[in-house]
Structure formats: C-alpha cells, structure tokens
Nanobody, 121 residues
Framework: QVQLVESGGGSAQAGGSLRLSCLASEYTDSRYYMGWFRQAPGKEREGVAG???????WYADSVKGRFTISKDNTKNTLYLQMNSLKPEDTAMYYC???????????????RGRGTQVTVSS
C-alpha cells in the first residue's frame, strides 16, 4: 500500500503563503485519485482539493482562487500551494490517495499523518 508523508506546514500571517508537499512511497501516476483534506479542532474533516485519474482538479469553494493543487509524477509528490491565507485556514492538513473514486477525499483509503498549518491575523 502507498505511504504518504506530508511536509511544508507551519505558521503564516494572514495574506501569506505556504506550500505543502506530499511524498508518496510509490509511483502514483494516473492510477490514484489524490487530494488534500483538513481538520480543525472541533470541526468535521473538510475536503480542500483533489486531482482525479484524468488530471481534473477540484477545489472546495472556501479555497477556490487561493489554493492550487498540483502533482509531479517524476518525484511522486503532490503539492498544495496556499496563497492569501486566512485565519480560518488553520487546521491539520492531510494528504490522501485511493485507487477508487470516493465521494469524499477524507474517506480515501490512504492518508498521511498530517502537517499543521496555523494562520494568524
């Protein structure tokens, strides 16, 4: 099974940027659906962005125009570029992958341990 390791989290001021990376333990190419979800304390898991097996991207309304998901198959790495950060973006961010399509990214079969993002106003 694929293993995922996130990095790149940290603290940022509102309006700032961070780039998250997710290194996969195997070549993910176009077989895997991949994405990011987040969870803030006391809140439900929220899908943030995803890429399907055809390369089509999806974004939550809350991050459209600010976040960009991308994938470098040569490096087995998924990215999430986060710009114009807001305090409400504060959460633990998880990378996830699955060989099958699922309704929610948070339900993907494989996920990393997460990386914390904290945005201050």
């Amino acid at each position: 099974q694929v293993q995922l390791v996130e990095s790149g989290g940290g603290s940022a001021q509102a309006g700032g940027s961070l780039r998250l990376s997710c290194l996969a333990s195997e070549y993910t190419d176009s077989r895997y659906y991949m994405g990011w979800f987040r969870q803030a304390p006391g809140k439900e898991r929220e899908g943030v962005a995803g890429i399907n097996t055809h390369g089509n991207r999806w974004y939550a309304d809350s991050v459209k125009g600010r976040f960009t998901i991308s994938k470098d198959n040569t490096k087995n790495t998924l990215y999430l570029q986060m710009n114009s950060l807001k305090p409400e973006d504060t959460a633990m961010y998880y990378c996830a992958a699955d060989l099958s399509a699922r309704t929610r990214i948070a339900d993907y079969s494989y996920r990393g341990r997460g990386t914390q993002v904290t945005v201050s106003s």
